[in-house]
């Protein structure tokens, strides 16, 4: 289906989706967002259309979408990371795995935290990285590379939404990092056996659990 989709017919979707969403768009460039408005009016969208809604502010919502396609975050799971996430101005996010940066920009929109992606797919990395620069998201980074091998950026959060070839090892390499900070993970249920430094915080919502790690002072935990 991708290899019939029509470039041109997109190219107009959008342009039509740009011109329905100037205004909010105009305000998130300019920093007069009403966030809390904002948020309230996603809230208030009806469930089956605010994720694309969301999606067209953001100029996600459409195709070419890269070499192996993506799965976006719902909304509902996002704001149940902001809700629970303690995410502010000073503090770094991470998406592992950032796909069109979807995540990455409505944390640093709506929380004013830095929000780092990483992608290994480069055609969604460019999208998501000229998407976040129309909106004039500084606080926005995509980082091209396989979370298998590349340097993890040391945050505050990580954030990690439905498991791929070699998820689990990715979450083992977070361990040094959680041996220096404490981190949070937001995640799909993962195997207690296998990371014993990560504790559940018992909030879940229907598709993320939150995990605090247990490496550093008084929280260490021994094997
Ligand atoms: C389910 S999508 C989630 C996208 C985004 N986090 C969101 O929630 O909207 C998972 C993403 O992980 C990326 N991915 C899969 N394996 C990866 C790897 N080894 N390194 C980096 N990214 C990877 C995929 O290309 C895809 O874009």
Request: net charge negative; aromatic share 8%.
């Amino acid at each position: 289906m991708r290899g019939d989709a029509d470039p041109s017919l997109y190219a107009r979707i959008r342009q039509a989706a740009e011109a329905e969403h100037a205004g909010v768009r105009a305000r998130i460039r300019d920093g007069t967002l009403d966030k809390e408005a904002f948020l309230a009016e996603l809230r208030r969208a009806p469930l089956e259309i605010r994720d694309h809604l969301v999606e067209e502010i953001l100029d996600v919502a459409y195709p070419p979408f890269g070499d192996r396609g993506h799965t976006p975050s719902g909304l509902a799971e996002i704001l149940f990371t902001l809700d629970n996430a303690g995410l502010g101005p000073g503090k770094t996010f991470v998406d592992l795995g950032a796909g069109l940066g979807k995540v990455a920009m409505l944390v640093a929109l709506l929380s004013g935290a830095r929000a780092i992606g990483v992608e290994l797919d480069a055609h969604l990395v460019a999208h998501a990285r000229a998407a976040s620069r129309a909106l004039g998201l500084d606080g926005v980074e995509l980082v091209e590379g396989d979370l298998r091998d590349v340097a993890l950026p040391p945050a505050d959060v990580y954030y990690m939404y439905i498991p791929f070839a070699g998820s689990a090892a990715v979450v083992e390499r977070l361990a040094p990092i959680a041996a220096e900070r404490d981190i949070v993970l937001f995640s799909q249920p993962l195997d207690g056996a296998r990371f014993p430094w990560l504790e559940a915080r018992g909030t879940a919502s229907y598709w993320l659990e939150i995990y605090e790690s247990r490496l550093t002072g008084d929280r260490l935990v021994t094997y």
